[in-house]
């Protein structure tokens, strides 16, 4: 009997367990759904037939953003913000974008809206020679473009976007573009088929140089991927040293009680922070470039990082490399550097010339033809669904 209630309970258990499989999946397929919905809800005020007649300006693109400088401070706005203002400066065109609850309508001569503002955003999309987007707005963006009959870029800072890349270009065909912003982010979405061009998010190493009192060991966006449970356990390791963790703009932070560890806001005036920083840690679990990681090395600030693909791409042979679960060889390497001044200097140096290394204006140069030559084809575009199915 006993054997009996025994084979019966465990069989209880495997039906509750695949009920809340079948309870679970239909849970995600519900939300995949809502997620298509809204983005064919948002985009539809964009696409009004009575304004289809207005002519498209060559040379002016516009970018549908989540957030965007100087609100939203992380990396991707900030490599957006570097291409359009390079694209006002060098190409003469000019530059808009629409995005959530701006605080300025102006920025460095790109021209902000707000989402809401329908009849000003439906006026730019029809005069906008390409359009641009990147993150969450990529669904609502690829159902503009489809509408309004523009190109459209996307662009790809990590390896997440695969199945958004892929259906936008089941939607979009011929008229999907994408900019990446590493070799190995091209390679990793070399199999979409996708017309592409590489550009590393741009740092212009002058407009980051700055004399550092090297205050400060700093990690900046202490998120649990950036790293910032790691940088309380270093900090505990090494209770003489003075630590710096810089709020960053999106993620839950993570915080820590340690006496030597002090943390700021976030801040679009960040060579005030490298002005403090003596060495840059960058223990990332994911981190598909670096941007940061080449901002400090403009002012020859030493930088420690986790061997991502992104970091030692970005970093090269000026990186230093350590597990970011190896507590230890950050705190033996940090040692070195603080103690050993001909051997900070040594990093330093290889690290400004890194810096150089990656001046932008090539690669700016060659990403500007690009978008210049890029036109909607006709019947490049399958838009195989009434609706499309972005996960």
């Known amino acids: 009997m006993d054997r009996i209630l025994s084979v019966g309970n ?45 002519p498209v300006q060559k040379g002016l693109i516009t970018w549908m953003m989540h957030g965007y400088v100087p609100d939203h401070n992380a990396g991707s706005e900030w490599m957006a913000h570097a291409i359009n203002t390079f694209w006002i400066r060098e190409h003469g ?32 999309l029809q005069r906008s020679h390409v359009l641009l987007t990147h993150h969450n707005m990529t ?8 509408e309004t009959k523009k190109p459209l870029i996307i662009v ?15 939607w979009l065909g011929d008229n999907l573009y994408c900019i990446t912003n590493s070799e190995w982010i091209e390679k990793y979405y070399s199999p979409l088929n996708i017309s592409s061009c590489v550009c590393y998010p741009p740092v212009y190493w002058r407009d980051y140089a700055v004399e550092t009192n090297r205050t400060y060991v700093t990690l900046i966006n202490v998120n649990r991927n950036k790293g910032g449970d790691v940088l309380i356990n270093i900090a505990k390791e090494m ?3 003075k630590f710096l963790g810089v709020q960053g703009a999106y ?82 390497e940090i040692r070195k550097l603080l103690n050993d001044e001909n051997y900070y200097q040594e990093c330093s140096l290889a690290c400004k010339r890194r810096a150089m290394e990656l001046e932008p204006e090539g690669q700016l ?15 490049g575009s399958p838009g195989v669904r009434k609706y499309p199915l972005f996960g």
């Open 251 to 332: 993620s839950k932070q993570v915080y820590g009680q340690t006496p030597n560890l002090t943390y700021m806001k976030t801040t679009p005036e960040i060579k005030t922070i490298y002005a403090q920083t003596s060495i840059l840690l960058m223990p990332s679990k994911e981190e598909s470039w670096g941007r940061t990681a080449i901002e400090a090395m403009s002012s020859g600030i030493p930088v420690i990082a986790h061997p991502t693909p992104g970091l030692v791409e970005s970093c090269g042979k000026a990186g230093i490399f350590c597990d970011r679960y190896d507590t230890g060889a950050w705190v033996r």
């Open 10 to 54: 465990k069989s209880n258990d495997i039906l509750f367990l695949i009920g809340f499989i079948v309870v679970l999946y239909i849970a995600l397929l519900f939300n995949q759904y809502l997620q298509q919905w809204y983005a064919v809800y948002a985009a539809k005020p964009y696409c009004s037939k009575e304004l289809s007649s207005e």
């Open 139 to 146: 669904p609502r963006a690829v159902q503009t473009a489809l």
């Open 365 to 379: 140069h060659q990403l500007c033809r690009w978008i210049d030559g890029l036109e909607w084809k006709e019947g």
């Open 239 to 241: 209770p003489d040293v």
């Open 156 to 170: 790809l800072h990590d390896h997440w976007q695969y199945k958004q890349a892929r259906e936008a270009k089941r």
């Open 93 to 124: 065109g000019r530059v808009n974008v629409i995005t959530q609850k701006p605080s300025v309508t102006v920025y460095d001569r790109v021209s902000i809206f707000d989402d809401k503002d329908i009849p000003s955003a439906n006026s730019m």
